[in-house]
């Protein structure tokens, strides 16, 4: 079955328990963005410190969109969220980095930005637990849809047909259709989609119904 993983993103700790208590109900796990400034232009909540402040029963997925992970890493692990996403094209030494979060028992998964050859995760696919494919340039939400990654997505499926694939950006019903097509089986969903138009239940229910093709 597809997955559909709403994600967060803001600057606001406020703001950032206000949609959890939106998104909650209606799912299993919840997508966080965290950006650091640097390796994208924006910048979010620290997200480990606002994490450590509610109680939720649903499980979190790290989007580590930053320079340095292996700075952070060790904060991240005294939170309880257990799945973590880490650029390929992030700085450091990124198997040491996945080794961390594994002795953690963290669940770990590699993010490809849009020009970044797929051949870059290679090394570490015996490591890790699925690839993360941005079908937008990551930071703010509502990028531009990015067509052409769903022939990498294609590619690598074909390639790795048993590594799930997740692929995060600009994910409507038509977008997502696409994306499950080429071998995606997790469909992150940001809130510009959520929550302007429809119910947050409704807009996840309508993704789901979307995706079973």
Not at 104 to 127: C, I, Q, W, Y
Not at 130 to 155: C, N, S, W, Y
């Amino acid at each position: 079955m597809i997955e559909i993983i709403p994600a967060i993103l803001t600057d606001s700790p406020i703001k950032f328990k206000e949609l959890m208590l939106r998104v909650e109900p209606y799912t299993k796990r919840v997508h966080i963005d965290i950006a650091d400034g640097e390796f994208v232009p924006n910048k979010t909540i620290t997200g480990y410190e606002e994490l450590m402040m509610i109680e939720a029963a649903v499980k979190f997925d790290v989007h580590l969109m930053v320079k340095r992970p292996h700075d952070i890493i060790k904060d991240w692990l005294h939170s309880y969220a257990d799945r973590f996403i880490i650029h390929v094209e992030s700085e450091g030494n990124l198997m040491e980095i996945i080794e961390t979060l594994k002795k953690g028992k963290r669940s770990v998964g590699l993010a490809l930005n849009p020009e970044t050859d797929m051949g870059k995760v290679d090394s570490f696919l015996g490591k890790v637990d699925f690839v993360q494919f941005m079908t937008v340039h990551p930071g703010f939400q509502g990028g531009e849809f990015v067509a052409k990654i769903l022939d990498k997505v294609r590619d690598f499926h074909a390639k790795y047909p048993e590594m799930p694939i997740a692929v995060d950006g600009s994910m409507h019903v038509e977008t997502a259709k696409l994306a499950v097509s080429a071998g995606a089986s997790i469909i992150v969903v940001g809130g510009h989609i959520l929550f302007e138009n429809k119910s947050v239940e409704a807009s996840i229910k309508e993704l789901q119904e979307a995706c079973m093709i």
